[in-house]
């Protein structure tokens, strides 16, 4: 019989890029940049062993859970794996890649979007009213051209129809797909 879809999406998921660098300006990551040694370099992340379950610590855990903070330096990561970092190590970590801007996820933000670190470093969040209680805008980001200026959308969520969370997931698990 064939996989099943949460097969095919860890799969998936495992099979994407860890990091991505758009014009030779911008990085973009899921949850931030690694902090440790192994991971100083855009060349080190190139040769990650991608496809496999995220480690516990390391720079593709940390490319994937760490999260600024204003304060300078690095510490334990609230979230209990990964660090956060403060605005010294992004500016570092850009310089030393030659790069202008961090782009991440990973966190709700009330606007959709927020700009840190004196710029260098944008979180952008898509999923407006996060599990229909927190409120928030949802963002995009698009870039024009060669000038990599950012250019932010904001907006609001959907109605819909007024359905019990989870209300169809017994439904749909029981069907074996």
Not at 87 to 107: C, F, I, M, Q, W
Not at 149 to 174: C, E, G, I, R
Request: overall charge negative.
């Amino acid at each position: 019989m064939g996989q099943s879809a949460v097969e095919v999406f860890r799969e998936l998921f495992c099979a994407m890029p860890l990091a991505y660098v758009l014009n030779n300006q911008v990085m973009v990551v899921h949850g931030g940049i690694p902090t440790c040694e192994e991971g100083g370099d855009l060349d080190s992340l190139r040769k990650i062993d991608r496809v496999r379950e995220p480690p516990d610590s390391g720079p593709m855990c940390e490319c994937l859970w760490n999260d600024p903070q204003e304060m300078p330096g690095t510490t334990p990561n609230k979230r209990g794996v990964g660090f956060a970092f403060g605005p010294d190590v992004t500016k570092k970590y850009l310089d030393a890649n030659g790069l202008n801007l961090l782009v991440r996820s990973h966190e709700v933000k009330e606007e959709g979007y927020e700009l840190t670190h004196d710029g260098y470093c944008c979180t952008i969040f898509s999923a407006p009213n996060y599990c229909d209680q927190m409120g928030n805008k949802g963002a995009f980001i698009r870039f024009n051209g060669a000038d990599m200026v950012p250019h932010f959308t904001q907006f609001d969520a959907s109605p819909h129809p007024d359905v019990p969370p989870m209300k169809y997931a017994s439904n749909m698990f029981s069907q074996g797909f």
